[in-house]
């Protein structure tokens, strides 16, 4: 089956017993019991929800994988899969990673023992270097946020079966649509859904993909223990969601690929980052992991007087958290997603006081274009 088809297809859709084309919001906590002690698959909903497993299948299709969880949130996913490893494990980690993993590792998962290095993925051979004889994962991001580096997933698959210990990808901002880790090596795979996958800024969740069933029963275990899951409501909100991903991506990089060759040329603006762009770094690496550059862009318009110049004259690009919406969002890291890590360390990592990340959503593209070109003119104008 195509992607496309699989996102309307596949798992569990329906229901067999009135017909209904869509899973049905099963609100429920508790399933009776046949005999005690005996259960029809379902007993208690932390455990597992027929909602819930509906869309666990989706995306475990999605990413060709062999298990599926969903979470709260990205970063109960995160969490989730960091309790796979115990006091005293390392990882290696991407080094510009979205702030809350950066906080969950370094403020909070280093109380109980599980602590991080973070290097440049893109390079290799700095992964390489980076694993001591207690790492148990390579963690990446790619393309990353807010910079869109990216990272050959091959490359680091081979390093990490060399080593024996796990790759995981946090695939929120290509998804399975454009890039599928699995393919190229990853032993888990998770998203943040609340972005691309749920496209609509109305539901915050997590899923995690599993490459293995042995990983999968580890993380379902995890889950069950801790208990951070996706309720019914939101479980159904994003499978509506991802019935459209493939469409959605599409839209979002035509759109994306368009804007960032409008900055590129633009006096105002310095630098500009976008895997689509043949002068990016990751370009040739993109072209050969992923269908698809997706719909994040960042550029540097300088100084940071310049951001709220800037921002104050647009109309369509609403200043905001988040990602991956039908509706263009625009932030700025180093104030928003990333304030949460150090100033020095942002600086090292190049998110400076200008730079500005915006999510192209999916609206038409003239009326996009008209917005940035006329809050840049306040720019070069003022
Ligand atoms: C790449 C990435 N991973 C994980 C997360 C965390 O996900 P959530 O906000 O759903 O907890 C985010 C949130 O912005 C993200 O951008």
């Not at 995160?78 to 115990?86: E, G, K, S, W």
């Amino acid at each position: 089956m195509k992607p496309k088809t699989m996102m309307i297809h596949s798992g569990i859709t329906g229901d067999e017993k009135t017909g209904a084309v869509s899973v049905p919001i099963y609100q429920v906590s508790t399933y009776q019991q046949p005999k005690a002690g005996e259960h029809t698959g379902y007993e208690y909903s932390r455990t597992a929800n027929p909602t819930r497993t509906a869309l666990e299948t989706v995306i475990r299709d999605l990413e060709g994988g062999a298990s599926g969880y969903a979470f709260g949130s990205g970063m109960a996913a995160i969490t989730a899969v960091m309790m796979l490893f115990n006091s005293g494990d390392h990882i290696v980690m991407t080094d510009d990673v979205y702030g809350g993993t950066y906080r969950v590792i370094t403020k909070v998962l280093n109380r109980i023992g599980i602590n991080a290095t973070f290097v440049d993925t893109s390079d290799p051979e700095a992964v390489k270097k980076a694993i001591l004889p207690e790492t148990k994962a390579v963690y990446i991001e790619t393309p990353t946020n807010p910079l869109l580096k990216m990272t050959d997933l091959k490359a680091v698959g081979r390093i990490t079966k060399e080593a024996n210990i796990l790759m995981i990808v946090d695939n929120t901002f290509l998804t399975p649509y454009f890039q599928k880790p699995i393919e190229h090596g990853a032993d888990i795979v998770l998203h943040s859904a609340t972005k691309y996958l749920g496209g609509h800024s109305d539901v915050v969740g997590g899923l995690v993909v599993t490459a293995t069933e042995a990983l999968g029963e580890e993380l379902h275990f995890v889950q069950n223990s801790t208990g951070g899951i996706l309720g019914p409501q939101d479980s159904w909100l994003l499978m509506r969601g991802m019935k459209t991903l493939g469409l959605r991506m599409e839209a979002h990089h035509q759109n994306a690929q368009k804007i960032a060759e409008f900055l590129k040329q633009h006096p105002a603006i310095t630098r500009v980052f976008y895997p689509g762009l043949s002068s990016h770094p990751g370009h040739e690496l993109a072209k050969t992991q992923a269908t698809g550059f997706g719909g994040m862009i960042s550029f540097d318009i300088g100084k940071e007087e310049n951001v709220d110049t800037f921002l104050s004259q647009l109309n369509l690009f609403t200043i905001a958290e988040s990602l991956g919406a039908v509706e263009s969002l625009i932030s700025v890291p180093a104030r928003m997603t990333h304030a949460s890590i150090p100033k020095d360390r942002r600086e090292a990592l190049g998110i400076t006081d200008g730079l500005i990340r915006i999510s192209v959503g999916i609206e038409d593209i003239d009326d996009l274009l008209h917005d940035i070109k006329q809050g840049l003119d306040a720019l070069t104008n003022g």
